[in-house]
């Protein structure tokens, strides 16, 4: 526990020196991503089913300037409750720790906040990418899948986004992007998009010996492991598409960008869908969660220099 910004928490740090599967977690969609109650419902609901499949969460966020990793029930009642916290990925992440102030993790900043403790399995809903009201608006979750050596496992990403111009982007830089029993890549509410991965894989087994070959090869980047949301909770494509004009249209006249631009986007099409985006959102995380889980099983796991 001696690294001045990051704070393991007892059971995350257990679990590693024990060498036991962890599965990260981040908490921007605790923030920013969902609506209260049900965002604490979500994150309690993540835990239970990364326990239920044999691998321990690592819910990560700041609090009071501190990067925690590993989250008491308290803390997650306390920090989902807060309407103040901030949306951190790499660049915010100093401002929140001089400030001490309270922050969710963004995918990129999660990936690096797990990656720094030796968590490589992580689940998400979906990741950020290029938007579509402005091509320059680039996640920068796209750039971490890059440079930092995790498995994110998501629903493909949202969308809201250009997904053709976010495959594009990942494919310049390197990343795996693979199909959990699927060759197209999902679309989060829907599980099409007619668009393909770079691979397709049927186990978590075998989306861990995938892990192992490309990083045996020395490669950097993080793979990106697509599953799709089941087929009771997901909404095709054409019920989705003009929500989302309608929703991105709004955000183009009301001039909201950067940061801003994927809260304001979900929480739109939530009201959109009189609350049906919100339950797909959910199933789709649940879904994640498990898969992580199951992988996570598979991945050796090494307490860092700094934690011992
Ligand atoms: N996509 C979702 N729900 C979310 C997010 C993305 O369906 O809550 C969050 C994730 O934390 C993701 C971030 O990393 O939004 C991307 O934000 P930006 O586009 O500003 O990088
Ligand atoms: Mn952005």
């Given at each position: ?8 928490s ?16 981040e ?40 990067i ?15 309407d ?65 050596p995790?498995?994110v ?156």
């Amino acid at each position: 526990m001696r690294h001045p910004h990051i704070q393991l928490s007892p059971e995350i740090s257990r679990a590693l020196d024990i060498g036991a599967p962890i599965v990260a977690l981040e908490s921007t969609v605790i923030t920013h991503g969902l609506p209260q109650p049900q965002n604490l419902q979500l994150a309690r609901d993540m835990e239970k089913q990364v326990r239920d499949h044999g691998a321990t969460p690592a819910t990560i966020a700041l609090l009071d300037g501190k990067i925690r990793i590993g989250l008491s029930d308290q803390e997650l009642v306390q920090f989902s409750e807060s309407d103040s916290t901030l949306k951190v990925s790499h660049r915010d992440f100093a401002a929140a720790i001089v400030k001490k102030a309270n922050g969710g993790t963004t995918v990129a900043g999660t990936m690096f906040a797990a990656n720094m403790a030796g968590i490589k399995v992580f689940a998400t809903g979906g990741i950020g990418g290029v938007h579509k009201e402005s091509p320059f608006d680039i996640s920068t979750d796209l750039r971490s899948l890059a440079e930092i050596p995790t498995i994110v496992v998501c629903a493909g990403a949202k969308a809201i986004l250009d997904l053709p111009a976010t495959l594009e982007v990942l494919e310049t830089m390197g990343v795996p992007v693979v199909g959990y029993r699927t060759d197209e890549f999902p679309a989060f509410y829907s599980r099409e998009s007619g668009l393909n991965v770079s691979a397709r894989l049927d186990s978590p087994k075998e989306i861990a010996d995938f892990a192992k070959a490309h990083w045996e090869l020395g490669m950097k980047s993080g793979i990106l492991v697509a599953n799709p949301i089941p087929e009771a909770e997901s909404i095709p494509t054409s019920g989705m598409e003009p929500i989302i004009a309608k929703a991105s249209a709004e955000a183009v006249a009301q001039g909201i960008h950067g940061q801003a631009l994927t809260p304001f986007l979900l929480s739109r099409i939530g009201e959109l869908t009189k609350g049906k985006s919100l339950k797909a959102n959910l199933a789709l995380l649940l879904n994640n969660a498990r898969l992580a889980a199951e992988i996570a099983r598979e991945i050796p796991v090494k307490k860092k220099e700094w934690a011992i």
